[in-house]
């Protein structure tokens, strides 16, 4: 048995003893939905972060895993459509990390991205562990009925894609081969103002260094990649977009991979879904270092996780009332949903294939 | 610093930062509550459990681990006079435990307490780890403005413990001394239906095999007190009835331990206390064992943690509407409230004596 199957068996069991007419949707999405007054809808999310499963812990500024820890549950927060609000985490810490300023530094990694999106830290507990995990907490709001499920897509609706992808798998795949960020600087803001950031303040190992002769655009293409990797910048404006403006029919964010994760959204959904392998928004980083780095573009978009991305689909009734970006984050329309018999298929030029879902798994059996 | 020491400067760090007037109670208590309509608060808790921190991986069966973990977030809602409604749980799991039967026992006993308190399930998260880690999140609700919190107690008002002290430290204790739960059996109810649980269903090693010779009683007050501490009763009937009724003015529940749960009550209250020795409610296993095991019943009542008792003040006034019991689970007058300047205190006969903070830390500096 799988995690996802198991996710689901435990759904079974859970959904059996409902009795709260207040849930409007519990296991099985990016958040829990609650309702909480007769307008308005309460979404909660949890993430676990194990340090050497989920995040390597010598790779990782502490800075940039506080920046993360709220990233993640801030993405399933806009994978809602939702308004994120209020934040709670929980840490358990060895003591040689609670003795130095690990958690000053992480703390201060967390509370300036909750500070960017006016979220306030509001409780959690702290325990002592041998290694360091963390459980993220957000909780956000919506209209009332305003939740965006992973679902409720029909077949003819479009498939969207915010931002770029593969660029955070390559970053891992560069941290496992010995690239290490030069600076703890957290990425601010959007994509465009990716190359502000990661300035060198002190010298750096990185890949390069094991393998071809370096130069200056490669090792900026794998700075960035490596800030992609540790610190990933969460849709919370185009969720609230599309959840308020209810342009978006299903959603979920790209946490495992595109191809699992439109794996989970066309089960729940009950439909297809086709993918044009030439609109997918590749990493430029990726691209600019493929020849060179045994990084496969196409291959890493498709599979890799943790980019971080909303991927949504949009009735083609409401596809002029969609914004070109949000807070200069621009979208890639992907792809369609088709009915269930279908399958989930990738299209390049006159070939046409099944898309395996061949994201991240914890358990696979 | 210690981990108290820290979490006060988080919460100033926090509280300088707070721009929501819907954080009715942030950082500093046993959940965080927030306003969610004009007549209702959300409460929200979350506990780590850590392997081998927070409880013996070996000692505890997975079904009473599931048990433990709702119930202790249970604790935490209780403890603000609030109901609990959902819950979510992050666990992160060996490749072990995921193979062997450990999921499956675990949610078993998580799905039987939520059962007995008409808690649903409604997500959470799902990673690998070298250790089990655990995040317990349950959230409750109160009408608007009536969360019972820490910070309120006044002299004069009279202070109370719901059921008995002792008994889960000393059942740690003999668990370190090497004595095993004889059957997974959650304990059921009240205290009063104790002797109904905890039934021999195999041969078991037991304290008692290292040290005097055995007989029945004694046998069945050490399972007793290991089902004190593996299998946790929350006060979840007292909390609302306390809540509801306006009847505690500030209250706590006793995790740490009742001599720093009461430090951090009257920190938060800026009162002092005095507690009356003779009146604390000792559990009466740890009394009938205390000859024999090297257990200090007086000692176990202030210093030990994880009774799960609820710690709760009264004014003068509301004296005559608390109940006798709730649910079958009485409680005991044990002190009263101070001016600050008295500090915190025990009462014995004619004498007294500061009492320390002495309960359960995780980091001390």
Chains 1, 2 share one sequence.
């Not at 750096?204 to 094991?210: N, V």
């Not at 689909?313 to 792809?335: A, E, F, Y």
Request: net charge negative; glycine share 10%; hydrophobic share 40%.
């Amino acid at each position: 048995m799988n995690e996802f199957d198991f996710i689901r068996q435990l759904r079974e069991q859970t959904s059996a003893r409902k009795t709260s007419t207040r849930i409007v949707c519990g296991i099985g999405d990016d958040a829990a939905v609650f309702r909480q007054s007769p307008d308005r809808d309460l979404l909660i999310s949890s993430d676990l972060l194990v340090e050497s499963v989920d995040f390597h812990g010598e790779a990782t500024p502490p800075r940039l895993l506080g920046h993360k820890a709220l990233a993640v549950s801030l993405s399933d927060i806009a994978a809602m459509g939702g308004r994120p609000l209020w934040s709670m985490v929980s840490i358990g810490l060895p003591q040689s990390a609670w003795a130095s300023g690990f958690k000053e530094e992480f703390f201060a990694g967390y509370l300036a991205l909750a500070d960017r999106f006016g979220v306030s830290l509001t409780g959690g507990d702290l325990s002592q562990s041998q290694h360091v995990v963390i459980d993220s907490i957000v909780i956000g709001e919506v209209d009332k009925g305003r939740a965006v499920l992973r679902s409720t897509a029909q077949s003819g609706d479009q498939i969207f894609v915010t931002g770029s992808l593969g660029g955070a798998a390559a970053g891992l795949k560069l941290i496992e081969l010995g690239a290490r960020v030069r600076s703890p600087t957290v990425r601010e803001g959007d994509d465009s103002q990716q190359a502000a950031d990661g300035r060198p303040q002190e010298p750096a190992r990185d890949a390069s260094q094991a393998s071809e002769p370096n130069d200056t655009a490669d090792d900026e293409a794998i700075q960035q990649l490596l800030l992609r990797q540790l610190s990933p910048q969460p849709r919370v404006g185009w969720g609230i977009v599309l959840g308020e403006e209810q342009l978006a029919t299903s959603m979920i964010d790209i946490s495992d991979g595109l191809s699992s994760d439109l794996h989970h959204l066309c089960d729940e959904s009950g439909v297809g879904a086709v993918i044009e392998a030439a609109s997918l928004p590749l990493d430029e980083n990726v691209v600019h270092l493929c020849g060179r780095r045994a990084l496969d573009p196409l291959a890493l978009a498709l599979h890799g996780g943790e980019d971080f991305e909303l991927l949504f689909t949009v009735s083609p009734k409401n596809l002029s009332r969609l914004p070109k970006r949000v807070d200069g984050v621009s979208i890639s329309h992907i792809g369609e949903i088709t009915e269930p018999s279908r399958g989930v298929r990738v299209r390049e030029k006159s070939h046409e294939w099944d898309l395996p879902a061949r994201g991240f798994e914890h358990f696979s059996g």
